[in-house]
T-cell receptor
Framework: DVKVTQSSRYLVKRTGEKVFLECVQD?????MFWYRQDPGLGLRLIYF???????EKGDIPEGYSVSREKKERFSLILESASTNQTSMYLC????????????FGNGTRLTVT | DQQVKQNSPSLSVQEGRISILNCDYT??????FLWYKKYPAEGPTFLIS?????DKNEDGRFTVFLNKSAKHLSLHIVPSQPGDSAVYFC???????????FGTGTRLKVLA
């Protein structure tokens, strides 16, 4: 079974802080994704990566950056956290050949105060 | 512009009856569709998928139907169980892209 692990289940940060959300997958997947989930808005794609050091913006990249130095790890960075970034953040991975389903981690509930 | 729409935010069904969750899409390039189930404080779990070359796919109690001409898909759960109570998301992607577009979700409540 694919395992996608997000380092924190809950985080509370202050406005203006730099925040790192970490994600690790154990299935050697090339593709990795960061989504955020908000009530009434579903899951919205922030960034994705299809290979080490490769990244592409999703639908809502403003205020975020990402890092993929190793195949198994994909980090989401909030450069200067703001209250409108309070959300559930979900990391996912998938195999590149396909179509293939996404495999999600358990999410990080981030609160910015 | 919402390319994948789930117009029913919530649905209640009696245990043992059929649950039907609906999803509409606008992009005719979408050719792969998925359904996910999500419990609170957990990540979405993949349930079932369908490729555009099919119009039906079954897996146990779950069946997905695809109507390409209407740009509509539905998930049928038969029989519904209380453990099925969750938020269900549909998602779509197009060949050659890495992006999966999700709907806004439908909260299903199965009443015992």
């Amino acid at each position: 079974d694919v395992k996608v692990t997000q380092s924190s289940r809950y985080l509370v940060k202050r406005t203006g802080e730099k925040v790192f959300l970490e994600c690790v997958q154990d299935m050697d997947h090339e593709n990795m994704f960061w989504y955020r989930q908000d009530p009434g808005l579903g899951l919205r794609l922030i960034y994705f990566s299809y290979d080490v050091k490769m990244k592409e913006k999703g639908d809502i990249p403003e205020g975020y950056s990402v890092s993929r130095e190793k195949k198994e790890r994909f980090s989401l960075i909030l450069e200067s956290a703001s209250t409108n970034q309070t959300s559930m953040y979900l990391c996912a991975s998938s195999h590149p050949s396909g179509p293939q389903p996404l495999h999600f981690g358990n999410g990080t509930r981030l609160t910015v105060t | 512009d919402q390319q994948v729409k789930q117009n029913s935010p919530s649905l209640s069904v009696q245990e043992g009856r059929i649950s039907i969750l609906n999803c509409d899409y606008t992009n005719s390039m979408f050719d792969y569709f998925l359904w996910y189930k999500k419990y609170p404080a957990e990540g979405p779990t993949f349930l079932i998928s369908i490729s555009s070359i099919k119009d039906k796919n079954e897996d146990g109690r779950f069946t997905v139907f695809l109507n390409k001409s209407a740009k509509h898909l539905s998930l049928h759960i038969v029989p519904s169980q209380p453990g099925d109570s969750a938020v269900y998301f549909c998602a779509a992607s197009a060949t050659g892209t890495y992006k999966y577009i999700f709907g806004t979700g439908t909260r299903l409540k199965v009443l015992a």
